[in-house]
Nanobody, 115 residues
């Protein structure tokens, strides 16, 4: 049974930091590209950061220099370190695994940036 379980979401003040984790099971994690998406209220879900099975990373322009995606294949876990958080980063953050046409999603974790 495939599972992606996100954790680490919280309420944080502007300028603060959070680290999201996504623990994967039920598939060969190291073979998959791993992605973090987010969806803010009233907006479409958007790709925030990606790390390929080879370790190549990509980021949406809005988070470059502030967010870092990483993976630990030994722990079947992908992380999203988020620094210098802004109110615009408020959203539900979803973990996604992708291999060709296979897509798996987590249930999401809420990140709220507010004073």
């Amino acid at each position: 049974q495939v599972q992606l379980v996100e954790s680490g979401g919280d309420l944080v003040q502007p300028g603060g930091s959070l680290r999201l984790s996504c623990a994967a099971s039920g598939f060969t994690f190291s073979n998959y590209d791993m992605n973090w998406y987010r969806q803010a209220p009233g907006k479409q879900r958007e790709l925030v950061a990606q790390i390929t099975s080879y370790g190549t990373t990509n980021y949406v322009e809005a988070v470059k220099g502030r967010f870092t995606i990483s993976r630990d294949n030994a722990k079947n876990t992908v992380y999203l370190q988020m620094n210098s958080l802004k109110s615009d980063d408020t959203a539900v953050y979803y973990c996604n695994a992708r291999l060709v046409l296979r897509r798996y999603w987590g249930q999401g974790t809420q990140v709220t940036v507010s004073s």
